[in-house]
């Protein structure tokens, strides 16, 4: 990578500090509803699990968005944030990707021992390929202009 590419990356990058800032809370609130959603899928609240794990997806595309619109058309916060209620449906879709990768990267601790190697490995690619989907929802979004009724 040129020096030339590599300054112009960062300065895409940092211009729009606003954008990166609002998406680091996202994740952040995307951790907290992971753990929680963690604790009421291990328990008989399984419902509320799911729904907060639904939930935790929505805000990690919304980070993902976020951070990648200043290299579409919405460049600033005030241009790109009205993005994350403009694309709910996409949103929830992804987030429900989101969701099922993630129990099946948390089926990694319940499939641990020597015997199940396979269905670890097999649980493991699966739910990284579920994630990334949720990632591409995020960043397809950040390049499609809607529709303007």
């Known amino acids: 990578m040129s020096t030339e590419m590599y300054r ?3 300065t895409t990058a940092f211009k729009n500090w606003h954008n990166l800032a609002v998406g680091a809370i996202l994740l952040g609130l995307n951790v907290f509803l992971v753990s929680s959603a963690n604790s009421f899928l291990s328990t008989t609240q399984t419902l509320q699990g799911w729904v907060t794990m639904v939930i935790a997806g929505y805000a990690f595309i919304a980070a993902i968005y976020l951070g990648v619109s200043p290299l579409g058309e919405n460049t600033t916060l005030t241009e790109a944030f009205p993005g994350v209620f403009d ?33 670890s490995a097999l649980s493991l690619v699966i739910g990284g390929a579920l994630t990334l989907v949720a990632v591409l929802v995020a960043v397809s979004a950040a390049f499609t202009r809607l529709k303007s009724k």
């Open 8 to 10: 112009h990356v960062l």
């Open 87 to 119: 694309h709910f449906k996409s949103f929830i879709v992804g987030g429900l990707f989101y969701a099922v990768g993630q129990f099946f990267l948390g089926q990694q601790r319940i499939l641990s021992s020597g015997d199940q190697a396979i269905a």
